[in-house]
């Protein structure tokens, strides 16, 4: 059993940066996958970004060129750099990992992004 836990969200002005922060209870050395998604008030949840276990990234195209994912293996960390907000960048943003067939979800932390 792994725990994700998301901090970093805050209220911020369009133009803005933040950065996301994913602590896992476990080693994310082992994860096939970490990823970021975010859900909208009225949407679905989707994934914004992704980190392969060899390194590989994939995004968005909403946010291509504004986020990076990266992660810190020593600190079983797992980050969301967000550059150039804007006001549709406002969601929730979870979390998710993949250890083979398991998949852990953290419990989100709120983006708002004002214009």
């Known amino acids: 059993q792994v725990q994700l836990v998301e901090s970093g969200g805050s209220l911020v002005q369009a133009g803005g940066s933040l950065r996301l922060s994913c602590a896992a209870s476990g080693s994310i050395t082992g994860a096939d996958v970490m990823q970021w998604y975010r859900q909208a008030p009225g949407s679905q949840r989707l994934v914004v970004a992704s980190l392969s276990s060899s390194g590989n990234t994939n995004y968005a195209d909403s946010v291509k060129g504004r986020f990076t994912i990266s992660r810190d293996n020593a600190k079983n960390t797992v980050y969301l750099q967000m550059n150039s907000l804007k006001p549709e960048d406002t969601a929730v943003y979870y979390c998710?990992?993949?250890?083979?067939?398991?998949?852990?979800w953290g419990q989100g932390t709120q983006v708002t992004v004002s214009s």
């Open positions: 998710r990992g993949r250890w083979g067939v398991s998949v852990y």
